[in-house]
């Protein structure tokens, strides 16, 4: 499995901006299809943004279309959600997956169960 390190949470007031990373540890990197989750606490993890090996293909979860954006850099084997304009609602652990056993795959899954490779977590806590 993949090893993946995120970074880059912390507390913000609503309305201002971070970043977030994910480090993974190989090349296999290249051909996951990556996302990031989040679980607030009391609440199942949901996914947040995924894309494509490429990153020709992307999807975002309706509560943070428009605000969010995944990007990758496969040369670095890096993974990034910059959040602007956050809210108190997007308080949460956010968690970066890798669904690294479906080489070059197009579709983008959605669920837990799809992804096989986890980071421990970083918190984003956004105070109103």
């Known amino acids: 499995q993949m090893q993946l390190v995120e970074s880059g949470g912390g507390l913000v007031q609503a309305g201002n901006s971070l970043r977030l990373s994910c480090a993974a540890s190989d090349r296999t990197f290249g051909s996951a299809i990556m996302a990031w989750f989040r679980q607030a606490p009391g609440k199942e993890r949901e996914i947040v943004a995924a894309?494509?090996?490429?990153?020709?293909?992307?999807y975002y979860a309706d509560s943070v279309k428009g605000r969010f954006t995944i990007s990758r850099d496969n040369a670095k084997n890096v993974l990034y959600l910059q959040m602007n304009s956050l809210k108190p609602e997007d308080t949460a652990v956010f968690f970066c997956?890798?669904?690294?056993?479906?080489?070059?795959?197009?579709?983008?899954?959605?669920?837990?169960?799809?992804?096989?490779?986890w980071g421990q977590g970083t918190q984003v806590t956004v105070s109103s």
């Open positions: 997956a890798a669904d690294s056993r479906r080489k070059y795959y197009s579709i983008i899954q959605r669920g837990v169960n799809d992804y096989n490779s």
């Open positions: 894309l494509t090996w490429s990153g020709g293909s992307t």
